[in-house]
T-cell receptor
Framework: DVKVTQSSRYLVKRTGEKVFLECVQD?????MFWYRQDPGLGLRLIYF???????EKGDIPEGYSVSREKKERFSLILESASTNQTSMYLC?????????????FGNGTRLTVT | GQNIDQPTEMTATEGAIVQINCTYQ??????LFWYQQHAGEAPTFLSY????GLEEKGRFSSFLSRSKGYSYLLLKELQMKDSASYLC????????????FGAGTTVTVRA
């Protein structure tokens, strides 16, 4: 089974702090994703990476950056956290781009910015 | 972009059948996914449709009509453990990696 592990289940940070969310997958998947999930809005794509050191912006990249230095690890960075970034953050990976290759999700990190 | 609509909540009785509808308006289409998400847990993959018709997988079935921009997920012989949120997601053929998600339908199964 694919395992996608997010380093923290819950985080509480202060406005203006730099925040790192870490994600590791163990199945040698090419693609990794960061989504945020908010009530009534569904999952929205923040960033996507299809290879080491490669990244593409999703629908809502503002206020976020990412890093993929190794294939198995994809980090989401909030340069200066704000209260509107309080959300559930979900990392996912997939074997291939396109087709029926599904996303495999981690359990999420619930971030609260005060 | 994609507009994906699904009902917010549904309630059904144990042993019954529930149908969750999903409609989408897309600039392109390259497949539709259904995911199940229990409270506090990760979404897990349920089904994939890219051609019109019905895909059956045990108690769960998923249907697609591309001309109508419509899909449904059918849950039969409901069990208490089926209480969860069900997410409809559409892949855009212009951006093959990208899945756009609906807001999810929370299904509550009552005894």
């Amino acid at each position: 089974d694919v395992k996608v592990t997010q380093s923290s289940r819950y985080l509480v940070k202060r406005t203006g702090e730099k925040v790192f969310l870490e994600c590791v997958q163990d199945m040698d998947h090419e693609n990794m994703f960061w989504y945020r999930q908010d009530p009534g809005l569904g999952l929205r794509l923040i960033y996507f990476s299809y290879d080491v050191k490669m990244k593409e912006k999703g629908d809502i990249p503002e206020g976020y950056s990412v890093s993929r230095e190794k294939k198995e690890r994809f980090s989401l960075i909030l340069e200066s956290a704000s209260t509107n970034q309080t959300s559930m953050y979900l990392c996912a990976s997939s074997l291939m781009t396109g087709g029926r290759s599904p996303l495999h999700f981690g359990n999420g990190t619930r971030l609260t910015v005060t | 972009g994609q507009n994906i609509d699904q009902p917010t909540e549904m309630t059904a009785t144990e042993g019954a059948i529930v149908q969750i509808n999903c409609t989408y308006q897309t600039s392109g289409f390259n497949g539709l996914f259904w995911y199940q998400q229990h409270a506090g847990e990760a979404p897990t993959f349920l089904s994939y449709n890219v051609l019109d018709g019905l895909e059956e997988k045990g108690r769960f079935s998923s249907f697609l009509s591309r001309s109508k921009g419509y899909s449904y997920l059918l849950l039969k012989e409901l069990q208490m453990k089926d209480s969860a949120s069900y997410l409809c997601a559409v892949r855009d053929n212009g951006n093959d990696y990208k899945l756009s998600f609906g807001a999810g339908t929370t299904v509550t199964v009552r005894a």
